[in-house]
């Protein structure tokens, strides 16, 4: 990484914050095992809605589980979802603006208004909708999470390929009879990276969220796995009692939809030279 390259980096907050919010997600992640002072699922019927001690960090749920505990594992469902919700969705909504944007007429005309009637729905009804479909399951969850954020990228890829098109570099590609391949994934595709890696980070702060929101209205990864949202539904009505119960996951959902709202706005910045 050149001097330039780092002094960009070093000077963009948001990118810094946000990569700093991942990383100590990453490491719940990874080291949820030994960071974890009880099993998730342990139940101490004696530890009722206790507060936070040295022996129970963030206190105890209604069933005298460890939230602190619960919350780390919590993160593993969390990033889980995200990341491969967003994975599946780059994948087809990439394709597909590519084909869009490249071939017009129809092939535009038939992605562009499937992706229409997809966003003509809020994310989240769409997503309860397939979710109510198909069953309660987290394969089903990351499913509709997929389906309903790949119009995005469509959309955005679809335009800015658009663009490309009229670039003297495409007719040259064009003239010395360059394959469609090799003009959509070569010459095109590059050059929409920055813009997919914004939208990759926005897409996974949205699926954290949609997610956990699934959860807390009971449609969502299925209990007893500890999810945030499922938590945060649990906790709701204690909130009077055991504030911690309710705030604790609250807080964990802001901090990671943050984190990855910070990157991909900082990732903007820095390709659009808006940190210098």
Known sequence: MSVPLLKRVRHNALFFIGSLIILLLMVCVIFSKPLSTHAPLYQDMKSVLKPP?????????????????????GSRISVTVG??????????????????????????????????????????VLALAIVTFLGQSMANVILALSLTNMPRFSRLIRGETLSIMTRDYIRSAKALSAGRSRIMFIHILPNVV????????????GAIFTEASMSFL????????????????????YLGVAPWFAI????????????????GEGIRQYVSGGSR
């Open 218 to 237: 009971g449609l969502g990864v299925p209990p007893p796995d500890p999810s945030w949202g499922g938590m945060l539904q649990s906790g709701y009505s």
């Open 53 to 73: 001690s040295m022996n129970n960090y963030l206190g105890t749920d209604y069933l005298g589980r460890d939230v602190f505990s619960r919350i780390i594992y």
């Open 248 to 263: 604790t996951p609250g807080l964990a959902i802001f901090l990671a939809v943050m984190g990855f709202n910070f990157l």
């Open 194 to 205: 920055h813009l997919i890696l914004v939208q990759a980070s926005l897409t996974v702060a």
């Open 83 to 124: 990341f491969l919700s967003m994975l599946f969705a780059m994948l087809l909504g990439v394709i597909l603006g590519l084909f869009a944007g490249f071939y017009g007429s129809w092939v535009d005309n038939v992605i562009m208004r499937v992706t229409d009637t997809m966003l003509a729905f809020p994310q989240i």
